[in-house]
T-cell receptor, first 118, second 114 residues
Framework: AQTVTQSQPEMSVQEAETVTLSCTYDTSENNYYLFWYKQPPSRQMILVIRQEAYKQQNATENRFSVNFQKAAKSFSLKISDSQLGDTAMYFC???????????????FGTGTLLAVQP | DGGITQSPKYLFRKEGQNVTLSCEQNLNHDAMYWYRQDPGQGLRLIYYSQIVNDFQKGDIAEGYSVSREKKESFPLTVTSAQKNPTAFYLCASNSPGQGSYEQYFGPGTRLTVT
């Protein structure tokens, strides 16, 4: 069975500093996708960043970047220059394609609650 | 604006009643999904559908039912057989067949059953 583990239930960071959220996963698949989603107090799920397993280059989106270690099955999220608006629950998710590529089921970790302190 | 709408935002029901949660998308996505979120847990997949009139059970389908009569709509019915229906329900959509692998989520419905 595929699993996603986020071992840090809560984290805190000072505004403008850098923080790294951890995520590990377990799978026997070779082709898959990894995602970080953000869920602020409004509870709207927002995509932060995605990584295709076949790409060796780590994905980046402005202040957000990942460290993807395929052999170690690790997918951490680094937030640089943290802002108060980054305060949210962050979920790591793993997805593979099925039904001939028509759908992809996502498996989510339990989340890390990040608090950015002023 | 393209997006996913879920209604209502809050829903209250008495135990023993069936209740239907609405999910509509105007993103022209082929696939749609229903997730359940409980405190301290990640999202768990209830049902998903890749095309009109076809859908599959997810990891926690017992006590739920769905239909997909239109591409834009994927309503979820929480039946009286669901033992712990109080939760936050999220609908999502995408089109992996067209390279859209990330799922886009609606704002969610908070269901409380007493």
């Amino acid at each position: 069975a595929q699993t996603v583990t986020q071992s840090q239930p809560e984290m805190s960071v000072q505004e403008a500093e850098t923080v790294t959220l951890s995520c590990t996963y377990d799978t026997s698949e070779n082709n898959y996708y990894l995602f970080w989603y953000k869920q602020p107090p409004s509870r709207q799920m927002i995509l932060v960043i995605r990584q295709e397993a076949y790409k060796q280059q780590n994905a980046t989106e402005n202040r957000f970047s990942v460290n993807f270690q395929k052999a170690a099955k690790s997918f951490s999220l680094k937030i640089s220059d943290s802002q108060l608006g980054d305060t949210a629950m962050y979920f790591c998710a793993f997805g593979t394609l099925n039904y001939g590529g028509a759908t992809n089921k996502l498996i989510f970790g339990t989340g890390t609650l990040l608090a950015v302190q002023p | 604006d393209g997006g996913i709408t879920q209604s209502p935002k809050y829903l209250f029901r008495k135990e023993g009643q069936n209740v239907t949660l609405s999910c509509e998308q105007n993103l022209n996505h082929d696939a749609m999904y229903w997730y359940r979120q409980d405190p301290g847990q990640g999202l768990r997949l209830i049902y998903y559908s890749q095309i009109v009139n076809d859908f599959q059970k997810g990891d926690i389908a017992e006590g739920y039912s769905v239909s997909r009569e239109k591409k834009e709509s994927f309503p979820l019915t929480v039946t009286s057989a669901q033992k712990n229906p109080t939760a936050f329900y999220l609908c999502a959509s995408n089109s992996p067949g067209q390279g859209s692998y990330e799922q886009y989520f609606g704002p969610g419905t908070r269901l409380t059953v007493t």
